[in-house]
């Protein structure tokens, strides 16, 4: 992917990795526009980077998705580069009764949210001399933690969304790319999650994202993710359960 000169709108842009990729790419030489739920964080952000726009979007609303698609449209027809970031990850106790609320808005916000997103804007996208949908999916998408059973769930979903849609558009000008990365020091769990040293630090993933986003991969995979990613097989429970037992530090 070419790094500098783009349009690129960024779901969930206000924090984490969101806001660690819209800040590198703004820092590039990219109109960045970011995405999100707290008009106040979104502020903070643009703020902070000069330039860089912010616009309101429940991603779990249709409505909300199909108003802002309108907007990007309508106000940077340039746009050719989405990133499907915005997520949630919560504890869901799968082993027991679940709480449908947690899970209904889980896959809600990080299955359809992204399919619509996505849809809103691809016709869009098809115009551009050369476009990019990307999905921020996770390393749990390949091994699962099972605390978060149903997040891990959704993120497996999306690559596989990701590698249908990457074929049905191999004859346009929109390419998809499939960003996994592996447990890095985010709120997305809550401030523990931040600073706990088994994550790499975000300044570091960003910085070798970004690398890798710079080359023609379809998988941005930083190296800390590897393991998660070349799991999947016949004997990828093994790890699977030598991974969550690590995780709940048996």
Same mark, same amino acid.
């Given at each position: 992917?070419?790094?500098?000169?783009? =349009?690129?709108?960024?779901? !969930?842009?206000?924090?984490?990795? !969101?806001?660690?990729?819209?800040? /590198? +790419?703004?820092?590039?030489?990219?109109?960045?526009?970011?995405?999100?739920?707290?008009?106040?964080?979104?502020?903070?952000?643009?703020?902070? $980077?000069?330039?860089?726009?912010?616009?309101?979007?429940?991603?779990?609303?249709? /409505?909300?998705?199909?108003?802002?698609?309108?907007?990007?449209?309508?106000? @940077?027809?340039?746009?050719?580069?989405?990133?499907? $970031? /915005?997520?949630?990850?919560?504890?869901?106790?799968?082993?027991?009764?679940?709480?449908?609320?947690?899970? %209904?808005?889980?896959? =809600?916000?990080?299955?359809? !949210?992204?399919?619509?997103?996505?849809?809103?804007?691809?016709? @869009?996208?098809?115009?551009?001399?050369?476009?990019?949908?990307?999905?921020?999916?996770?390393?749990?998408?390949?091994?699962?933690?099972?605390?978060? %059973?149903?997040?891990?769930?959704?993120? *497996?979903?999306? @690559?596989? #969304? %990701?590698?249908?849609?990457? #074929?049905?558009?191999?004859? =346009?000008?929109?390419?998809?790319?499939?960003?996994?990365?592996?447990?890095?020091?985010?709120?997305?769990?809550? %401030?523990?999650?931040?600073?706990?040293?088994? *994550?790499?630090?975000?300044?570091?993933?960003? /910085?070798?994202?970004?690398?890798? +986003?710079?080359?023609?991969?379809?998988?941005?995979?930083?190296?800390?993710?590897?393991?998660?990613? $070349?799991?999947?097989?016949?004997?990828? @429970?093994?790890?699977?359960?030598?991974?969550?037992?690590?995780?709940?530090?048996?």
């Amino acid at each position: 992917m070419k790094l500098t000169g783009n =349009t690129i709108f960024i779901t !969930g842009g206000g924090s984490g990795i !969101g806001r660690g990729l819209a800040e /590198a +790419l703004h820092g590039l030489g990219n109109k960045v526009i970011i995405s999100g739920r707290r008009k106040t964080v979104l502020e903070e952000v643009t703020k902070a $980077n000069p330039g860089m726009e912010c616009v309101e979007l429940n991603i779990e609303d249709p /409505a909300s998705i199909e108003a802002v698609a309108k907007k990007l449209v309508a106000e @940077h027809p340039t746009l050719n580069v989405l990133i499907n $970031n /915005a997520g949630i990850m919560k504890p869901d106790g799968v082993d027991g009764v679940v709480d449908d609320a947690t899970v %209904a808005s889980t896959v =809600t916000t990080n299955i359809l !949210g992204p399919i619509r997103m996505t849809s809103a804007l691809i016709e @869009h996208l098809k115009k551009q001399p050369t476009a990019y949908v990307a999905y921020t999916t996770s390393g749990l998408a390949f091994v699962p933690l099972a605390l978060t %059973a149903t997040y891990s769930a959704t993120k *497996a979903a999306m @690559h596989s #969304f %990701a590698l249908s849609q990457r #074929f049905l558009l191999k004859g =346009t000008s929109v390419k998809v790319l499939e960003i996994a990365p592996p447990y890095v020091q985010t709120e997305l769990m809550g %401030a523990q999650m931040a600073v706990d040293p088994r *994550a790499m630090p975000l300044k570091d993933f960003i /910085a070798e994202t970004i690398a890798a +986003l710079g080359t023609d991969a379809d998988e941005v995979l930083v190296e800390r993710v590897g393991m998660l990613r $070349n799991n999947p097989g016949p004997r990828e @429970h093994e790890f699977v359960n030598k991974f969550n037992d690590m995780m709940a530090g048996h």
